[in-house]
C-alpha cells in the first residue's frame, strides 16, 4: 500500500522550472529520503503535496485517493524556514496550530499534553516562545508537526541547526512515529545524515526525479563487486580474475581495494590471497548514497 | 469558515492582551480629561484678583472703572512721582495714569506695573477708556446714548434646507463639523490599523511561521482571519475610547459644574455683554436644533458602513504589501501609492468638497472606492441624493472585493518569498500566477 503515488507532476514558475514530469510512489509505514541538491526542487515538490500551491500538470494520491484539502489534517509538515510566534506562550501556540489542524480544542489539549510530558516540556507551557533557547524552540517546533499524529510526516531539512542531542532525540521519536504506523519523508541535500535511517529514496536533480528505490536495492544495482583487504606481506596480483584499483603500504601493513571480475566470489579471491600474504581484514566497499547520488548527477551533467 | 474564525480569534486575543493597546486605550480618555481639565485649573489658579490703582489727572474717569471679581480699580490721588514711589511699597499689581487729555488725541495713558501687565488688564482698561471717551465725543456732538442704544441691531441669519419632506432648519457649521468628523476618525482608523495588518504579515514572515500555518490553512483565510481580527481590535479600542470618554468627561463636568458655568455676574456688567450673551445662547441652541436635525440614523449607518468598507478596501492592499516585502524598511515604495489617495481625499475633503458638496469634485471623488469612505463622509451630513449614495456604497463593496482579490494573489505568492527585494514589475507578474 502507498501512501502517497505522485503521478507525472510538472510546476513551473515565471523564469523557471521547478518540476518536470516527476513519477514516484511511497510505501506506507517507511521512512522516505526525498534527496536532491539545493534548488532541485524537493521543496516545490513537498508544497504541492502540502497543498501549499498546485502542480501545473500531474497528480498526487494519498491513499488511493485524489489529494483534496480533508487530507491537510493528516499531514504534518515541518517546513525548512520554520519558527512560531513569538510572543505567543508555547501551549496557546500549540493549542492554535493543533486547532488549525482541525482538532477539537479538548482533543487537542489531550495530544499536547502527551507530547510534553513524553519530552519533557511542561515546564515550559507557559513561556513565551522568545524565552526559549533555539533548541527548546526546535523542539516545540517538533510537537507542532507530530501532535495531532499525521499519517504522513514530512521533514524538510530536519537536522540543519539541530544539535546532536536534539537530533538524535527526533531521530528517536521518528522512529517510534514509525512503529506506530506513520510515514515520514525527510528531504534534505545532506544525504549521509538519513542513509542510516530511510528505507526508501528518491533523487531529484534539475527538477527531474533520476533514482528511487529500496536503500537496498538501490546499493545492490550500484554495487561494483570492490572489495577492501589489509593486510601484511607483499601484495602482488597477477590474475585477470582480479583487478587492484589502489594500493597503499605503510610499516609493513598494506591496503588494497580490488574489483571481481568473470563472475567470481568474494571466496575466489580470499583463496587466492591467502596464498601469498596474511590477512587482517576483509570487506565489501558499498557505494554510499552519496556516491551513488554524485555518480548520477555527474551522468545527468555530462549526458 | 472555522479556520478564519480560529485565526480571527488568535489576532483579536493577542492583540487586545498587548500592554501597548491597554495602555493607549486608557491613556487616550485620560489624555482628554487632560485636555479639558487642565486649562480650567490654569484659570482657577490664576483667579487672584488684581488691584489696580487709577490715578486720574483728567478728572473725566471717576468711577467710569468697573471693578470685577478679578480685578479691583482703587482711586489714587497725589503727584505722578510720589504715587510711583508710594507704588513700590503698596499691594497694588499696578496703576493706570491718566494725565489731562486732548480728547481729540488722548495720548500720554499709561499703565505701570510691577510685572509684566497681563493682556487682560490692558484690554478691560482699553475698552473702559474708549467707551467713556466716545461717550463724552458723543454728548459733545448732541448724539443721545439712548438713541445711539436703538440704532445698534443684532443679526444672525438662519439657514433652512427645502425639501420634499419638508423644512427643516440646519447649521452649515454643524453639519460640516460632524462630517468632518467623522471622516477623520475614518482616515486614522484605516491608516492606523491598516499599518498593523501589514506589520502583523511582515511579523509572520519574518518569524518563519507562515509556511507552519498555510500547510494548515489556505493563504486567502490567513489574510482575511487577519484583517477581521484587527478590524474588532479597533472597533473595540474606538467603543472603549466612546465609553471612557464619556465617563471621564461626565464625571469631569460634574466635578467642575461651577467653574465651568457662564460667571453671572459679567452678564450684569453690562447690556451689550447680556446681549452678546443672548446671541450666543442663541447659537447654541440653534446649533443643537441642528444636530437634531441632522439624519442622525442615516449618518452613524453610513459611518459603520464607509469605516468598515474603507478598512477593509485598504487593509487587504496593507496586507499585500506586507506580504510582498521582508521588513519594514522595504515597505516605503509600496506604501506610497496607497497612501496617497488617503491623504490628497482628506486634504481635497477639508478644502474642496467641506465648501461645495455637491460639486463636481465631491461627486466624483465620493464615489470612486479608494477616495469616496472619506469623501462621502463630508458630503452625507449634507444630504446626498440616494442614487450617489447607493451607486457609492455598491462601487465600494466592488472594489473591497477587487483589492481583496488582487492583494490575495500578491499575498499567496509574497508570504513564501524571502530575500528577494520586489519590484512592481514583479508583483504585477505575480498576479497571473498560476498557485
Redesign the interface.
Given at each position: 500500500m502507498n501512501i502517497l503515488n505522485i503521478v507525472g507532476v510538472s510546476k513551473r514558475?515565471?523564469n523557471h522550472v521547478a518540476l518536470q514530469d516527476v513519477n514516484f510512489e511511497i510505501p506506507a509505514g517507511s521512512i522516505f529520503g526525498l534527496l536532491g541538491p539545493n534548488g532541485a526542487g524537493k521543496t516545490s515538490l513537498i508544497?504541492i503535496i502540502?497543498?501549499?500551491?498546485?502542480a501545473?500538470t500531474g497528480e498526487i494520491y494519498f491513499r488511493g485517493e485524489k489529494l483534496k484539502p480533508d487530507h491537510?489534517k493528516n499531514?504534518g509538515?515541518?517546513?525548512e524556514?520554520?519558527?512560531?510566534?513569538?510572543?505567543?506562550k508555547v501551549g496557546e501556540q500549540l493549542l492554535?496550530?493543533a486547532?488549525?489542524?482541525?482538532l477539537t480544542k479538548h482533543d487537542a489539549s489531550q495530544k499536547i499534553k502527551n507530547w510534553i510530558q513524553k519530552l519533557g516540556i511542561g515546564s515550559w507551557m507557559n513561556k513565551n516562545i522568545e524565552e526559549l533557547s533555539k533548541g527548546m524552540q526546535q523542539k516545540v517546533?517538533f510537537v507542532?508537526t507530530v501532535m495531532h499524529e499525521p499519517e504522513l510526516i514530512i521533514l524538510d531539512e530536519p537536522f540543519s541547526g539541530f544539535d546532536p542531542i536534539n537530533a538524535n532525540i527526533i531521530k528517536d521519536e521518528i522512529l517510534e512515529l514509525r512503529e506506530k504506523g506513520s510515514t515520514i519523508i525527510f528531504s534534505t541535500h545532506r544525504m549521509e545524515s538519513v542513509e542510516e535511517l530511510c528505507d526508501f529514496i528518491a533523487l531529484i536533480d534539475r527538477s527531474r526525479k533520476v533514482l528511487d528505490g529500496s536503500v537496498r536495492d538501490i546499493k545492490a544495482i550500484y554495487k561494483t563487486e570492490t572489495y577492501l583487504v589489509e593486510g601484511t606481506g607483499h601484495l602482488l596480483v597477477l590474475s585477470p580474475d582480479f583487478e587492484v584499483l589502489s594500493q597503499t603500504e605503510s610499516h609493513g601493513l598494506f591496503r588494497a581495494s580490488i574489483k571481481l571480475h568473470n563472475n567470481t566470489t568474494p571466496n575466489d579471491l580470499l583463496r587466492y590471497l591467502i596464498q601469498t600474504v596474511e590477512i587482517h581484514a576483509f570487506r565489501e566497499m558499498i557505494p554510499s548514497i552519496n556516491d551513488i547520488f554524485i555518480q548520477k548527477v555527474n551522468e545527468n551533467t555530462h549526458a | 469558515m472555522h479556520k478564519i474564525w480560529l485565526i480571527f480569534q488568535r489576532e483579536y486575543l493577542v492583540r487586545v492582551r498587548k500592554k501597548s493597546f491597554i495602555i493607549m486605550t486608557l491613556l487616550a480618555p485620560l489624555l482628554l480629561a487632560a485636555f479639558l481639565v487642565v486649562p480650567v485649573l490654569l484659570a482657577s489658579i490664576s483667579d487672584k484678583t488684581e488691584e489696580i490703582g487709577v490715578l486720574d489727572k483728567s478728572g473725566m474717569f471717576r468711577n467710569k472703572f468697573n471693578s470685577t471679581p478679578d480685578r479691583k480699580f482703587v482711586p489714587l490721588t497725589g503727584d505722578l512721582e510720589e504715587v510711583k514711589a508710594d507704588f513700590l511699597k503698596s499691594k497694588l499689581t499696578g496703576f493706570l495714569y491718566i494725565p489731562q487729555l486732548n480728547l481729540d488725541n488722548p495720548q500720554g495713558i499709561r499703565l505701570y506695573s510691577k510685572s509684566n501687565a497681563s493682556i487682560d488688564s490692558k484690554i478691560a482698561i482699553e475698552s473702559s477708556l474708549r467707551k467713556e471717551i466716545e461717550n463724552i465725543k458723543f454728548q459733545r456732538s448732541g448724539i443721545n446714548q439712548q438713541v445711539l442704544e436703538n440704532i445698534k441691531t443684532d443679526i444672525s441669519v438662519g439657514t433652512t434646507n427645502l425639501s420634499d419632506e419638508g423644512e427643516k432648519d440646519n447649521n452649515a457649521f454643524v453639519t460640516s463639523a460632524a462630517g468632518y468628523a467623522s471622516a477623520f476618525l475614518i482616515y486614522i482608523f484605516i491608516f492606523m490599523y491598516g499599518v498593523q495588518i501589514m506589520r502583523g504579515v511582515i511579523e509572520e514572515k519574518t518569524n518563519r511561521i507562515v509556511e507552519v500555518i498555510i500547510s494548515s490553512v489556505k493563504p486567502f483565510q490567513l489574510m482575511m482571519g487577519k484583517i477581521l481580527g484587527i478590524a474588532a481590535v479597533g472597533l473595540t479600542q474606538f467603543l472603549l475610547w466612546i465609553i471612557l470618554s464619556s465617563l471621564v468627561t461626565s464625571a469631569i463636568g460634574s466635578q467642575f459644574r461651577e467653574k465651568l458655568a457662564p460667571p453671572t455676574t459679567i452678564a450684569a456688567t453690562g447690556t451689550s455683554n447680556a446681549d452678546m450673551q443672548n446671541s450666543k445662547a442663541k447659537g447654541i441652541q440653534e446649533a443643537f436644533r441642528a444636530l437634531e436635525n441632522l439624519n442622525l440614523p442615516l449618518i452613524l449607518g453610513c459611518f459603520i458602513f464607509y469605516f468598515l468598507g474603507g478598512y477593509l478596501l485598504y487593509g487587504a492592499l496593507f496586507g499585500a504589501v506586507g506580504a510582498a516585502v521582508d521588513n519594514e524598511t522595504d515597505t516605503q515604495q509600496f506604501m506610497l501609492p496607497i497612501t496617497i489617495p488617503l491623504v490628497m481625499t482628506f486634504v481635497v475633503a477639508q478644502t474642496v468638497i467641506i465648501k461645495n458638496p455637491d460639486g463636481p469634485v465631491a461627486f466624483w471623488m465620493s464615489v470612486i472606492p479608494f477616495t469616496s469612505p472619506i469623501a462621502m463622509m463630508i458630503r452625507i451630513p449634507f444630504g446626498v441624493p440616494t442614487y450617489q449614495l447607493l451607486l457609492s456604497m455598491v462601487l465600494l463593496v466592488l472594489g473591497f472585493v477587487g483589492t481583496t482579490w488582487l492583494a490575495a494573489r500578491i499575498y499567496r505568492v509574497g508570504i513564501l518569498m524571502y530575500g528577494k527585494k520586489v519590484s512592481y514589475k514583479e508583483l504585477s507578474k505575480w498576479l497571473f500566477y498560476k498557485v
Open positions: 514558475y515565471a508544497r502540502t497543498q501549499i500551491t498546485g501545473d491537510i499531514i509538515y515541518l517546513p524556514e520554520r519558527g512560531l510566534y513569538k510572543k505567543m492554535y496550530l486547532q488549525l489542524k482541525g517546533q507542532a | -
